[in-house]
């Protein structure tokens, strides 16, 4: 999809299951399972979709998925499956060394796995060439999370990355090229950031945790894993009206079905008008 001069893909790192009642919090099962099925051990299948992008005579990727260091438990735990990120990437002629720039909305590892790889016996920067954006905070947490959050941060995915100087780290709304802005949306953690893109006066916004996918579009439905759930239903309140008010096109993290939609407003109910981005 073009927006402009700005150019960019929607490609999948793969599906991962994560459990059906944490992914809804406080709604019913019998409410979220006619949304999305569970499987036998009550997980919902999940994509995880990245942003391939071309702006201001960048590449620049939104987004690495798990990547493929776990361990085969874990592995087996997380369901994981499906097509890799590279595959992705060499469908549109991109190599890792390529990536100019490497978008992480935030660093649990079902979004950053693929920040590294295994190389022989070390874990490197699986994007030589980038320079890797995240908010300080989240850093700064990721290095040292608490007990409710530790199973969701991975040193491997991110240390290797700090250690070769390779991060750029900020603190709120910030710019990345022209075209290409993040925006701090906290709630599923404290400093999560979703991305705009803008250009040929059209807009696409990339929700990421705030609205996984499009089973998450009503107010109450958010995720048991936020650490700040009213801080989410804030930000909900926010930005999906402002993105059907202003047309823009809605891009979801985690929807394996319908990863972008435009989304409309029907007598009070939000619904998504599916948009195949290839």
Known sequence: MKLGDLEFHVISAGHFR????AM????????????????ARNR???????????????????????GDKLSPKLRDIYGLEGPVLSDGLQRYGVRPEDIDIVIDTHLHFDHCGGNTRMEKDKVVPSFPNARYFVQKGEFEHAMHPNERDRASYFPDNFAPIEASGMFTLFEGDSVIVPGV???????HNADMQCVRLTGGGKTAFLFADLVPTTAHLPLPWIMGYDLYPMTTLENKKRWIPESIREGWLAIFGHDARVPAAYLRDRDGQWEPEPVTID
């Open 18 to 21: 994560l459990d059906g009642g």
């Open 24 to 39: 809804f919090g406080v709604i019913p099962k019998p409410m979220w399972e006619k949304k999305i099925a569970p499987d």
């Open 44 to 66: 919902i299948t999940l994509s995880m979709n990245c942003l391939l992008i071309r702006a201001g005579g960048k590449r620049i990727l939104v987004e690495t998925g798990a």
């Open 181 to 187: 802005e993040v925006v701090r949306a906290p709630g």
